[in-house]
């Protein structure tokens, strides 16, 4: 089995600061992790993806993640936010060997101007 | 480049009327294909998904179905609609692949609200 957990509904942030969006995972065996945005009225897109190697990922949009494998998590960040980054957030875990993508709940992320 | 097409972007059906939302990829064969819904503007739920013409899984027993008659053509059907079934509907497509490392694409969405 896998799961995702983001334990945030709604993350605040002001224009120019840091912002962290947290995701926890479960899964038997190495996982495949994956960062999507999402905005209103529209699909997801994907921003960036753990596989292996360098536990710091970089992504789009000046996005990235850290992978910790004894936290089980994997928190998107960004050093600057922008009032456009404004979107709902999904962290999802694969499995190695699974078809499927599993997805958290989602965390609203608000940056004020 | 790969491209996936949903339709349509919004519906409103009738409590028992038949739905059909159609899904296609353009641009890449053989890909793994899935219908996810999103209720309330959160959490995705994934309904089915397919590796393969007319191989489909079903992750959650409901009042839909799900065909797959053609490599690149993803079909979500329901014989008679409830008013639960509305909500956002997503279909996306991720290569073919034994490892799994590849993201998944999605489509825009179709919104549907059952009245």
């Known amino acids: 089995a896998q799961s995702v957990a983001q334990p945030e509904d709604q993350v605040n942030v002001a224009e120019g600061n840091p912002l962290t969006v947290k995701c926890t995972y479960s899964?038997?065996?190495?996982?495949?992790l994956f960062w999507y945005v999402q905005y209103p009225n529209r699909g997801l897109q994907f921003l960036l993806k753990y596989i292996t190697g360098d536990n710091l990922v970089k992504g789009s949009y000046g996005f990235e993640a850290e992978f910790n494998k004894s936290q089980t998590s994997f928190h998107l960040k960004k050093p600057s936010a922008l009032v456009s980054d404004s979107a709902l957030y999904f962290c999802?875990?694969?499995?190695?060997?699974?078809?499927?993508?599993?997805f958290g709940k989602g965390t609203m992320l608000l940056v004020s101007p | 480049s790969q491209t996936i097409h949903q339709w349509p972007a919004t519906l409103v059906q009738p409590v028992g009327s038949p739905l059909s939302l159609e899904c296609t990829v353009e641009g890449t064969s053989n890909p793994n294909l899935y219908w996810y819904r999103q209720a309330a503007g959160r959490g995705l739920q994934l309904l089915f998904y397919s590796v393969g013409i007319g191989q489909i899984s079903s992750e959650v027993p409901q009042n839909l179905s799900a065909s797959r008659p053609q490599d690149r053509q993803f079909i979500l059907s329901s014989k008679k609609l409830l008013l639960s079934d509305s909500g956002f509907y997503l279909c996306?497509?991720?290569?073919?692949?034994?490892?799994?490392?590849?993201?998944?694409?999605f489509g825009q969405g179709t919104r549907l609200t059952v009245v």
């Open positions: 899964v038997s065996g190495n996982p495949y």
């Open positions: 996306a497509w991720s290569p073919r692949s034994g490892t799994g490392r590849a993201e998944a694409f």
């Open positions: 999802a875990v694969r499995a190695v060997g699974y078809s499927t993508l599993t």
